[in-house]
C-alpha cells in the first residue's frame, strides 16, 4: 500500500511560478513511477506529465511543455513539479497517482492516488 501526499499548492499570480511535491511513503512494493494529474470542476482529471521511479520523464501534455518540469530527489520518495510563467487556465486540482504497472496516461489505470493540492491563478 501506498500514500501520497502532494503539497506546494497555493494561490499565485499570472506570471509565477510554484513547486509542488509528491511525497510516497509506505514501500511494501514497487511502482512504475509517478503520474501527475490536474482536474477542474466539472471536467475529466487532465494528464500532465509522468516520471520514473528512477527520474526519467516518460511524457508530457503538449500544451504545457516548456512551462512544466517534472523532476525527482536525490531519494526515491519525493517528485516534484515545477510551474512556471502560470496562466489562468493552470488553476486546478493537481493530483499525483502510482501503479505498480502503469505510467501512462490513463487516470483509472492508477491505484493509489494524493488527496490533491489547489493551484489558482486569478485571471
Known amino acids: 500500500q501506498l500514500q501520497l501526499v502532494e503539497s506546494g499548492g497555493g494561490l499565485a499570480q499570472p506570471g509565477g511560478s510554484l513547486k509542488l511535491s509528491c511525497t510516497v511513503s509506505?514501500?511494501?512494493?514497487?511502482?512504475?513511477?509517478i503520474g501527475w494529474f490536474r482536474q477542474v470542476p466539472g471536467k475529466e482529471r487532465e494528464f500532465v506529465g509522468s516520471i520514473t521511479w528512477s527520474g526519467t520523464v516518460t511524457d508530457m501534455l503538449d500544451s504545457v511543455k516548456g512551462r512544466f518540469t517534472i523532476s525527482k530527489s536525490k531519494t526515491k520518495d519525493t517528485m516534484f513539479l515545477q510551474i512556471d510563467g502560470l496562466i489562468p487556465e493552470d488553476t486546478a486540482v493537481y493530483y499525483c497517482?502510482?501503479?505498480?504497472?502503469?505510467?501512462?496516461?490513463?487516470?483509472?489505470?492508477?491505484?493509489?492516488w494524493g488527496q490533491g493540492t489547489q493551484v489558482t491563478v486569478p485571471s
Open positions: 509506505g514501500f511494501t512494493l514497487d511502482y512504475t513511477g
Open positions: 497517482a502510482a501503479s505498480q504497472t502503469y505510467l501512462g496516461r490513463s487516470a483509472d489505470m492508477y491505484t493509489w
